[in-house]
Structures are given as C-alpha cells and as structure tokens.
C-alpha cells in the first residue's frame, strides 16, 4: 500500500485513478495524517437487473382533492 498527499493527487488525479483500477491501493495523506484510502472497486458486486414491472403504480390519486389556487383565494379571502 502507498501513500500520497492530498496535493499530489489533486495535481494528477487521473493517473493516479489508472493506477488504482490496476489494482494499487492508496492512502491519502493530509499534513502527515492518513485521511482516506483509494483503492479498486469490485466489479462484479455491481449489476443491472431488469425490472419486475414497468411502473409500480399506472396512476396515482390527488393528495387534495381541492384546487390549490381555490385553497390560496379562500386563505387570502379573495
């Protein structure tokens, strides 16, 4: 495992990102202190699986049965 610091892996973030997808790990170092750990991410723990269903629900009720703007009118008393 290695370290770098913070400033170093702003300055080249992108290699530094190649480096962890082949497989290196990294600490991140702010003023000599461990603050984060780089390192690959498991693919294969990550998937798309099709839906059961289009849409859970075809349409959904009104939470009011009112129209807002009458509910407005009537509270200003217009």
Do not use: W
Not at 14 to 24: N, Q, T, W
Not at 39 to 67: G, M, Q, W
Request: hydrophobic fraction near 40%; proline fraction near 5%.
């Amino acid at each position: 495992m290695e370290t770098i610091s913070v400033s170093k892996l702003k300055a080249h973030i992108s290699a530094e990102l190649k480096r962890v997808e082949r497989g290196i790990e990294l600490i991140v170092m702010e003023h000599k202190r461990p603050v984060a750990k780089l390192s690959p991410v498991n693919t294969d723990a990550f998937f798309i699986r099709e839906a059961a269903c289009r849409y859970a629900y075809k349409s959904l009720d009104p939470l009011v049965s009112t129209d807002p703007l009458q509910l407005l009118e009537e509270e200003r008393g217009e």
